[in-house]
Structure formats: structure tokens, C-alpha cells
């Protein structure tokens, strides 16, 4: 018995190894993602407005972020005298660690024994949840939280304003986003991400991937745009409209404060490019490649995406404020709800 127990236990431990060096590398890409986004987004928007970029920090601009985070890191750390000390410096954090949390239960590969140096195959995700999809609802919505005590603890009127209309807009498209979310689990029939990728599997026709896209390609659409204003992005970057709010919820933020808040922005992009590539996009299945390597069909779909992201800030004007609600209220979601409707009507018809 003693002998059966240790085996086991000792059959155990390069598994829970791997996961914990996993469950590490997951975040420091998180971290890395961010620095990788603003080069990014700095070339790309060069691109577009015929400008070089960065250029003169190493080469061809690649220790930008690196500078940045340095400066950042060296600049001193400000607080409002009437500021709520507290909140003031719980807000950041809220937003940083509901962004790395919400990451958490995204699988972004196929589950692999790393060419048989495990004995079992290891799930590429940080925790594997069969309702991984309510959890990502819940966890991004403590988000907003941050930003809103931001708002109010800073105790300057362009801050509140800021805070104010992020909770507004979350209200808002939160209903929208759910009801994109719900058309897909309408189909897929689970509450697992892993459950929809692999229900993507496979083409129609001999040509046609199975995507849910392209069976929800409204859907999809309600879902970026919902997810664009809910991480904040233009055109609905409202809670830090620079000509109006100087800049926003963490105008009375500097040094890594600010940084953790710059932190959560990306990763919350990374996230839901990545929910979008896992429910719409077929996840990690793609031509060409074994199932092993789909993760490079994972980060090609997502990199997709967040360039969809950056072209969006650089090409479309911001709303005005109304013109947001009422696009939130008045369209999306009714667009929304129908959509939803139709989804289950034909699910009940043709037992999808």
C-alpha cells in the first residue's frame, strides 16, 4: 500500500512541475505581452500615418519597451494630497489582477506529453474549468471595479468623470457581450472552452473550417465590438478621452501605478482576442500543421486580432458620449437579442 502510494505520488510530480512552469511562462508572456504591444502598436500606427516609429533605442526600435518600463520604473510615485490613500493604491491593483486572472482558464494548445517527456498529457492552460466561459464573464467584469475606485479615490473631478462613464459603458455593452457569449454556447452546448475548440474541429464541404464564425459571423461582430469597449479602446475610449478628461480615470497616477493600469489595458486585449480565437476562430485547429504545433495557429488568430485592434485606434474617431450609449442601447443590443433568438430558433430546428 505504502509502496503503491509513493509510486503514485512520484508518477505525479513531473506533471504538476510542468504545470506549475506552465502556469509561470503563461505569466511572463502576460507581462511581456504588454511591452510586445506598444512596439507593436507604435509601428503599426507609424505605418498608417506614414511615419518611421521608433527607431533610435536598439534596433530598429526593439528596446522601446524596455526604456519605457525603465523610466517608468525611476519616476517618482505621486499621490493626491486628498486622495483616499487606500483605494488610491488598491485601484491598479484590482485592474492588474483581474486582467492576469481572467487569462487564467484560456487554453491556447492542444493538451501534449511534450514529445513523451511526460507521462500524461498536460492541458495548455493555467486551470482547466468546464465553465471557464462564466468565469472569464465574472472575473472581467471585477475590472471595471479598479477603474471606478480609481475615479473616485484620485478625488479630481477629470478622474470621477472617467470612472463614471467606464462603469456606464460596462452597463451597457456587458449585455451585449453576453448575449454574443450565449449564441455560441448555444451551439457549442458547453460552458468549456476546451469543449467548443474541439467541437471546431474537423472542415464542411472538404474546405470549409468548422468555425462558429461562420455560423455566428453577427455574433462575432457584437462580440469585438462589446469587447472593444469593454477593454476601452478606441472608439469608445471614453473613460480616458484625452481632449476631454486629460486622461481620464489615472490622470492623478504616475510611476508603476500608472503602469499597472497601462499593464491591465493590454492583457485584457490579449484576452479577449483570445476568447474571440477560441469561441469564433477554432482555437489552435488549423491546415497544415499537427495538432501539437496549433498553438502557432492560436498566436497567428490572435495577433490577427490585436492588429485589428491597433487599425481600429488609428482609423476611426472617437464617438461622442451620447452617440455611445445610444449605439450600446439602441443597436447593439437589440442586434443582440435577435441574433440570440434566431441562434436558438435554428438550434431547436436543425438540432445543431
Do not use: C
Not at 528596446?63 to 483605494?87: G, H, N, S, T, Y
Not at 477593454?231 to 503602469?259: C, I, K, W
Amino acid at each position: 500500500m505504502a509502496g503503491a502510494a509513493s509510486g503514485g505520488s512520484a508518477s505525479l510530480t513531473p506533471l504538476l512541475i510542468a504545470q506549475i512552469v506552465l502556469t509561470l511562462f503563461v505569466f511572463v508572456m502576460l507581462l511581456n505581452s504588454a511591452a510586445v504591444m506598444v512596439y507593436f502598436e507604435r509601428k503599426v500606427a507609424a505605418v498608417l500615418q506614414q511615419r518611421i516609429g521608433p527607431y533610435l533605442v536598439g534596433p530598429k526600435g526593439l528596446l522601446q519597451p524596455i526604456a519605457d518600463v525603465i523610466k517608468l520604473m525611476f519616476k517618482e510615485e505621486l499621490r493626491p494630497r486628498a486622495a483616499d490613500p487606500l483605494l488610491f493604491a488598491l485601484a491598479p491593483i484590482i485592474s492588474a489582477t483581474a486582467a492576469f486572472a481572467a487569462f487564467a482558464v484560456v487554453p491556447f494548445g492542444a493538451s501534449t506529453t511534450f514529445f513523451g517527456l511526460l507521462k500524461e498529457p498536460l492541458k495548455l492552460q493555467v486551470a482547466d474549468v468546464n465553465v471557464a466561459v462564466l468565469v472569464i464573464f465574472a472575473i472581467a467584469s471585477m475590472g471595471v471595479y479598479g477603474i471606478v475606485l480609481a475615479g473616485w479615490s484620485s478625488n479630481s473631478k477629470y478622474s470621477l468623470l472617467g470612472g463614471l462613464r467606464s462603469s456606464a459603458q460596462m452597463i451597457s455593452y456587458e449585455l451585449s457581450y453576453g448575449m454574443a457569449l450565449a449564441s455560441v454556447l448555444l451551439i457549442g452546448n458547453s460552458l468549456s472552452l476546451t469543449d467548443l475548440v474541439n467541437g471546431q474541429a474537423g472542415v464542411w464541404l472538404g474546405f470549409i473550417p468548422r468555425w462558429f464564425v461562420f455560423l455566428q459571423p453577427l455574433g462575432f461582430l457584437i462580440f469585438m465590438t462589446a469587447g472593444i469597449a469593454e477593454t476601452n479602446r478606441a472608439p469608445f475610449d471614453f473613460p480616458e478621452a484625452e481632449q476631454e478628461l486629460v486622461a481620464g480615470y489615472h490622470t492623478e497616477y504616475s510611476s508603476m501605478s500608472f503602469a499597472m493600469f497601462f499593464l491591465a489595458e493590454y492583457i485584457n486585449m490579449v484576452t479577449v482576442s483570445a476568447v474571440a480565437t477560441d469561441l469564433y476562430l477554432g482555437g489552435w485547429h488549423g491546415p497544415w500543421l499537427p495538432l501539437s504545433l496549433g498553438w502557432i495557429w492560436f498566436l497567428i488568430k490572435v495577433g490577427a486580432i490585436l492588429f485589428f485592434y491597433v487599425w481600429m485606434r488609428w482609423t476611426l474617431p472617437r464617438y461622442r458620449y451620447d452617440q455611445l450609449m445610444a449605439f450600446g442601447w439602441k443597436v447593439l443590443l437589440p442586434v443582440s437579442v435577435v441574433n440570440l433568438l434566431v441562434t436558438a430558433a435554428g438550434v431547436l430546428y436543425f438540432g445543431l
